[in-house]
């Protein structure tokens, strides 16, 4: 691990991959870590609002990666697998529609972190050799609740908006709802099984 300050008051730590920072943002927090806000992502924990950055740094030699991710909350996605891009990701997979289904739906996902819009989790836990690009131009809009893959990333996208990920289906659960005590549906750490309608 190596920690970056940043400005007076946060600490940036970098790790090897997406399963570690979640680890250490995890961990964090149950010692009750001195930072106002403990935000993961795909190679790094950014402390902010740390009031003895050195205190931190002490705290965080502490930490040794668990190796497995945490056992969150589950929550169950039924998604409708009708998107445009079951065809290149059936063909990239060797197999037909059905065995994008029934590939997609076994995994357990885990939300890593959260980015890009508000309720929107990356979430890993597909296999490297599934991987898929992005498509080489975005679209213009992508439609509220679709479910899409990028690289080993899966995601749901909580609004419309421009996007490149190759959509598999959709879904109609609200992932953002400010008026929840927990906003995010997907939050880090959730374990996330998408279930074919």
């Known amino acids: 691990m190596h920690?970056?300050?940043?400005?007076?008051s946060a600490v940036l730590a970098e790790v090897r991959d997406a399963v570690q920072a979640l680890d250490l943002a995890t961990w964090a927090r149950s010692t009750g870590v001195d930072a106002?806000?403990?935000?993961?992502?795909?190679?790094?924990?950014l402390f902010d609002g740390v009031a003895d950055?050195?205190?931190?740094?002490?705290?965080?030699?502490g930490w040794s990666p668990s190796g497995r991710p945490p056992e969150g909350e589950r929550v169950e996605v039924p998604v409708v697998y009708d998107?445009?891009?079951?065809g290149f990701v059936a063909d990239a997979w060797g197999t037909d529609v059905a065995g994008v289904v029934t590939r997609h739906s076994e995994v357990e996902y885990v939300a890593a972190f959260c980015g890009f819009a508000p309720g929107f989790s990356y979430l890993s836990?597909?296999?490297?050799?599934?991987?898929?690009p992005r498509l080489e131009a975005p679209r213009a809009?992508?439609?509220?609740?679709s479910v899409g893959l990028a690289g080993t990333w899966c995601g749901v996208y909580?609004?419309?908006?421009?996007?490149?990920?190759?959509?598999?289906?959709?879904?109609?659960v609200t992932l953002w709802?400010?008026?929840?005590?927990?906003?995010?549906?997907?939050?880090?750490?959730?374990?996330?099984?998408?279930v074919p309608r």
């Open 177 to 194: 709802d400010p008026t929840r005590d927990r906003p995010a549906l997907l939050a880090p750490g959730t374990r996330v099984r998408f």
């Open 141 to 145: 809009r992508v439609e509220p609740g």
């Open 3 to 8: 920690l970056h300050p940043v400005g007076r």
């Open 83 to 86: 998107g445009p891009d079951l």
């Open 36 to 45: 106002g806000e403990v935000v993961p992502a795909a190679r790094t924990v």
């Open 158 to 172: 909580p609004t419309a908006s421009p996007g490149g990920w190759r959509l598999l289906g959709r879904t109609a």
């Open 125 to 132: 836990g597909l296999p490297a050799d599934l991987a898929v």
């Open 53 to 61: 950055p050195a205190a931190l740094r002490d705290l965080l030699a």
